[in-house]
């Protein structure tokens, strides 16, 4: 039967057979295998030994029939894509019925034959053979009872092997296995694979284990590598640190097919460089750290429990993804910590609309390779982002080193293209208030306001001017965009002026001693301030600015250029200027002999050139000996780059009066 079924084609040839019945050839049900025998010689045989496996094909051997048994050797043949070197099917006994036979082979081919042969059998192996690549060496045992329907448990069957430059296509968190010199085992409770290979760019120690007819339970895989970099980014960890060298890895991971279900991940940093140049971290090598990733999946999102310790640095936070796109969808982040950096919690979600919304809080925070100063938003078209929307309340916020803000709380809306607005409060060292707004939604430039309770602190940490202590200051006004300049009005009030370095130089040159030995002591008293400013791609272009106290009043015009360092800058130097003055009220006679707002009946002239490194300061002491109109004639104008004025058209008609002249320079 099992040969009118089983055999397919072929030709048998060379038998020789021999029989030998007695009385007693029956004796114990069956005849005996000393009683008949049969060889013969096979050529271009089909035979199919098992329904839901392939069929032996153009097969060579020798066969041999008893009384009770049956054995075919193959010396050659084709089974799966597979070239069979060496074969056997050995019936041991037709009776009593159900008695094990025994099929043997040893073959080489395409790994992925081997694969697909095993996907497509009883035993459900799921993965993909387009998968795999390698060539392959296998010997195969089985032991099936010698029936028509038998059940998966009542088989037994071993297999073992080799693959060589073996590859698997998405074998784990993304990266292909590639290179790879692998052991294959299999018996009927699955099959592994264990060895060598590179995944990614890292190499790897695998173990990687399947389980037959285990209703799609997922595959079960151990590493033991190096990684890099790139290989963290599986695991959806933003802000990821940039490595330079290996970390030791260790993986125990499921997947299911190509999909990545949980894994426990551990890395050793200490024999990598960890570098965040963006807010000043640098782990180097040789320095402890090391990492914990606990991922899993569940339908379309995942979730990445991380752990990072190193000296100085801590971070512990969950993230979720999606894993269609490995877009970040929330983060619950337990504490961020860099010394002398940050030391916060944070929460992060989607919103309807698909930005980020970032709530954050904490000890500290250090934003001072943030700060920009007071240029623009703009200057360059912004590459598209996600849109953000941040709230944040810090014990203490540093906005310059040095500079911090305390009991601080911000607030700011992003869209793909920059920020749209921007509101930010908090307590200065002083322990004055300091409150600050930027508005980008109405179109054209933003528009900043800021009031603060202690001017000197905000002077230190936008313009990096050190010199002003206490006051207080408003400022208003639009911020750079585009090649639109940054145009603001800066009000100071009550402010103490010391250690600035020019203006102890010009009131030396100008034998005001004791004012110069007060500005580098306690300071110089201006109850007011004011300080008209245009900012373009680095330059500070001044004209009008003018400062009033008891003791000393001045005006300037010039830029200060933050790019070249270069400076110029010219003005009137009153001193004693209340006194001074006075004249400045009486109409007609007061524009004659003061001149300019700001200026006083005795003044000086006064001009900065060079550089912010070596600038050279004059003084004119006769401009002190001239009335205020004739006093510009000593002046030397900067160049602040002001388009010039158009001429007055020829047919124009002359102005009946000309205007009053006032924060000019001629």
Same mark, same amino acid.
């Given at each position: 039967?099992?040969?009118?079924?089983?055999? &397919?084609?072929?030709?048998?040839?060379?038998?020789?057979?021999? *029989?030998?019945?007695?009385?007693?050839?029956?004796?114990?049900?069956?005849?005996?295998?000393?009683?008949?025998?049969?060889?013969?010689?096979?050529?271009?045989?089909?035979?199919?030994?098992?329904?839901?496996?392939?069929?032996?094909?153009?097969?060579?051997?020798?066969?041999?029939?008893?009384?009770?048994?049956?054995?075919?050797?193959?010396?050659?043949?084709?089974?799966?894509?597979?070239?069979?070197?060496?074969?056997?099917?050995?019936?041991?006994?037709?009776?009593?019925?159900?008695? &094990?036979?025994?099929?043997?082979?040893?073959?080489?081919?395409?790994?992925?034959?081997?694969?697909?042969?095993?996907?497509?059998?009883?035993?459900?192996?799921?993965?993909?053979?387009?998968?795999?690549?390698?060539?392959?060496?296998?010997?195969? &045992?089985?032991?099936?009872?010698?029936?028509?329907?038998?059940?998966?448990?009542?088989?037994?069957?071993?297999?073992?092997?080799?693959?060589?430059?073996?590859?698997?296509?998405?074998?784990?968190?993304?990266?292909?296995?590639?290179?790879?010199?692998?052991?294959?085992?299999?018996?009927?409770?699955?099959?592994?694979?264990?060895?060598?290979?590179?995944?990614?760019?890292?190499?790897?120690?695998?173990?990687?284990?399947?389980?037959?007819?285990?209703?799609?339970?997922?595959?079960?895989?151990?590493?033991?590598?190096?990684?890099?970099?790139?290989?963290?980014?599986?695991?959806?960890?933003?802000?990821?640190?940039?490595?330079?060298?290996?970390?030791?890895?260790?993986?125990?991971?499921?997947?299911?097919?190509?999909?990545?279900?949980?894994?426990?991940?551990?890395?050793?940093?200490?024999?990598?460089?960890?570098?965040?140049?963006?807010?000043?971290?640098?782990?180097?090598?040789?320095?402890?750290?090391?990492?914990?990733?606990?991922?899993?999946?569940?339908?379309?999102?995942?979730?990445?429990?991380?752990?990072?310790?190193?000296?100085?640095?801590?971070?512990?936070?969950?993230?979720?993804?999606?894993?269609?796109?490995?877009?970040?969808?929330?983060?619950?982040?337990?504490?961020?910590?860099?010394?002398?950096?940050?030391?916060?919690?944070?929460?992060?979600?989607?919103?309807?609309?698909?930005?980020?919304?970032?709530?954050?809080?904490?000890?500290?925070?250090?934003?001072?390779?943030?700060?920009?100063?007071?240029? /623009?938003?703009?200057?360059?078209?912004?590459?598209?982002?996600?849109?953000?929307?941040?709230?944040?309340?810090?014990?203490?916020?540093?906005?310059?080193?040095?500079?911090?803000?305390?009991?601080?709380?911000?607030?700011?809306?992003?869209?793909?293209?920059?920020?749209?607005?921007?509101?930010?409060?908090?307590?200065?060292?002083?322990?004055?208030? *300091?409150?600050?707004?930027?508005?980008?939604?109405?179109?054209?430039?933003?528009?900043?306001?800021?009031?603060?309770?202690?001017?000197?602190?905000?002077?230190?940490?936008?313009?990096?001017?050190?010199?002003?202590?206490?006051?207080?200051?408003?400022?208003?006004?639009?911020?750079?965009?585009?090649?639109?300049?940054?145009?603001?009005?800066?009000? *100071?009030?009550?402010?103490?002026?010391?250690?600035?370095?020019?203006?102890?130089?010009?009131?030396?040159?100008?034998?005001?001693?004791?004012?110069?030995?007060?500005?580098?002591?306690? /300071?110089?008293?201006?109850?007011?301030?004011?300080?008209?400013?245009?900012?373009?791609?680095?330059?500070?272009?001044?004209?009008?600015?003018?400062?009033?106290?008891?003791?000393?009043?001045?005006?300037?015009?010039?830029? *200060?250029?933050?790019?070249?360092?270069?400076? &110029?800058?010219?003005?009137?130097?009153?001193?004693?200027?209340?006194?001074?003055?006075?004249?400045?009220?009486?109409?007609?006679?007061?524009?004659?002999?003061?001149?300019?707002?700001?200026?006083?009946?005795?003044?000086?002239?006064?001009?900065?050139?060079?550089?912010?490194?070596?600038?050279?300061?004059?003084?004119?002491?006769?401009?002190?000996?001239?009335?205020?109109?004739?006093?510009?004639?000593?002046?030397?104008?900067?160049?602040?780059?002001?388009?010039?004025?158009?001429?007055?058209?020829?047919?124009?008609?002359?102005?009946?009066?000309?205007?009053?002249?006032?924060?000019?320079?001629?």
């Amino acid at each position: 039967d099992f040969g009118a079924r089983r055999i &397919e084609g072929g030709t048998a040839r060379a038998a020789k057979g021999r *029989i030998t019945l007695a009385r007693d050839s029956f004796a114990e049900g069956h005849l005996r295998d000393t009683d008949l025998e049969v060889t013969f010689e096979v050529d271009g045989a089909r035979v199919k030994f098992l329904d839901d496996l392939p069929p032996v094909d153009n097969a060579a051997g020798k066969g041999r029939l008893t009384g009770n048994s049956f054995k075919v050797v193959l010396d050659s043949g084709e089974y799966g894509g597979w070239q069979v070197t060496v074969g056997l099917v050995d019936f041991p006994a037709f009776n009593p019925r159900g008695t &094990e036979f025994r099929v043997f082979a040893k073959g080489k081919g395409p790994a992925r034959n081997i694969v697909k042969t095993l996907s497509e059998s009883r035993l459900k192996f799921e993965l993909d053979p387009a998968r795999i690549t390698g060539e392959a060496e296998f010997t195969y &045992e089985l032991f099936r009872p010698a029936l028509d329907d038998v059940p998966y448990e009542d088989l037994r069957f071993t297999g073992f092997g080799t693959i060589r430059n073996g590859g698997l296509k998405g074998a784990a968190f993304g990266l292909d296995l590639t290179g790879a010199m692998m052991k294959v085992d299999l018996d009927q409770s699955g099959i592994r694979m264990s060895g060598q290979g590179a995944l990614g760019a890292s190499p790897i120690d695998f173990v990687w284990s399947d389980r037959f007819a285990d209703d799609g339970k997922p595959a079960d895989l151990t590493a033991k590598g190096f990684v890099t970099a790139d290989f963290l980014n599986g695991f959806g960890m933003i802000g990821r640190a940039y490595m330079s060298g290996e970390a030791p890895l260790d993986v125990v991971a499921t997947l299911n097919g190509p999909n990545l279900e949980t894994a426990s991940v551990k890395a050793d940093f200490t024999d990598a460089r960890l570098d965040l140049a963006e807010i000043g971290w640098l782990k180097p090598r040789g320095a402890a750290s090391k990492a914990t990733v606990d991922y899993a999946r569940t339908g379309d999102r995942a979730t990445s429990k991380v752990r990072f310790t190193a000296d100085g640095a801590a971070l512990d936070g969950d993230f979720t993804l999606d894993v269609d796109d490995s877009k970040l969808i929330s983060a619950d982040l337990r504490r961020v910590f860099f010394r002398n950096v940050a030391d916060v919690s944070a929460k992060m979600s989607r919103g309807a609309s698909g930005q980020f919304v970032l709530t954050l809080g904490g000890a500290y925070l250090d934003i001072s390779g943030l700060m920009p100063g007071l240029t /623009g938003l703009g200057g360059e078209e912004a590459a598209e982002g996600t849109p953000l929307s941040l709230s944040a309340a810090v014990e203490r916020l540093t906005v310059r080193p040095g500079l911090d803000l305390r009991e601080a709380n911000l607030v700011l809306t992003t869209s793909k293209t920059g920020l749209e607005t921007l509101t930010a409060s908090g307590v200065a060292g002083t322990g004055a208030p *300091i409150v600050a707004s930027i508005d980008a939604t109405g179109g054209g430039a933003p528009k900043i306001n800021v009031t603060a309770g202690d001017a000197g602190f905000l002077a230190s940490a936008f313009l990096n001017a050190d010199f002003i202590s206490g006051g207080t200051l408003e400022m208003t006004g639009t911020l750079e965009d585009g090649e639109a300049p940054a145009q603001l009005m800066v009000e *100071i009030s009550g402010a103490r002026m010391s250690n600035a370095p020019f203006l102890t130089q010009i009131l030396s040159l100008a034998s005001l001693r004791g004012l110069a030995d007060t500005l580098s002591g306690d /300071g110089v008293m201006f109850t007011r301030i004011d300080l008209p400013m245009k900012i373009s791609k680095g330059r500070y272009i001044i004209n009008g600015a003018k400062a009033q106290g008891p003791a000393l009043g001045l005006t300037a015009s010039g830029f *200060i250029d933050s790019k070249s360092t270069g400076i &110029e800058i010219d003005g009137v130097l009153v001193p004693s200027f209340g006194m001074n003055s006075a004249l400045g009220g009486i109409p007609i006679l007061g524009d004659l002999v003061v001149g300019r707002d700001g200026e006083g009946v005795f003044s000086l002239t006064y001009g900065v050139r060079g550089t912010l490194e070596k600038a050279s300061v004059s003084v004119n002491p006769l401009s002190a000996l001239a009335p205020g109109v004739i006093r510009r004639i000593f002046e030397n104008p900067s160049d602040t780059k002001i388009p010039e004025a158009k001429p007055r058209a020829p047919d124009a008609p002359l102005p009946k009066q000309l205007p009053a002249i006032k924060n000019e320079t001629f």
